[in-house]
Structures are given as C-alpha cells and as structure tokens.
C-alpha cells in the first residue's frame, strides 16, 4: 500500500485543503532563527509532498509555531498543519 501524500495526511488531520494556498506570501514570516524555510515554502512543500517538510527546522520551532496560527488570510490555520506534520514526522520518524 502506498504512502499517503502530505496533503491527504494534513487533511485527515485537521479538515484543512492546503491547495487553498495561492502562494501569495502573505504567511511569510521575518526571518527567525531557527527556521531555514518560509511558511509559505512549507505549505508549497505538503503541495508537492516534498517529504523533506518533515524534517525542515521550520517545522519544529515553537518561534514559528506561535505566530503561524492567523497568518493565512484565505484561511488556513498553519498552526494545526505544522501540528498534524509533526505528528507525521515522528510517527515516520524523520523528526
């Protein structure tokens, strides 16, 4: 049986379609220190079903974490999305 994909993982998870993501930027975050991708990569990323999302440093900081949840003004709640990667990264173990 074949793997899910990171977008049907993340809509299992949390009800959200991350195809809403128009790649507008509007979700792009100032630089923080412990992320090496913008929320909007990591959103093109579960797209693609990039698997490397799951072990980015974005992923896991709680700096990002915090700030993701309203930044989506088409109404995606990033925060749930990272949450839900999260979980599929260590039930992969690729944390």
Known sequence: MAPSTLRRVVKNKTGQDVYKCQGCLDCALPSENDA???LSSLVQMIIHDDREV???RTLWSDDV???SRYR?????NIESIIQALREEAIRQGAD
């Open 36 to 38: 090496d991708i913008p």
């Open 54 to 56: 799951l072990s980015c």
């Open 65 to 67: 974490l915090k700030v």
């Open 72 to 76: 989506c003004l088409r109404g995606l």
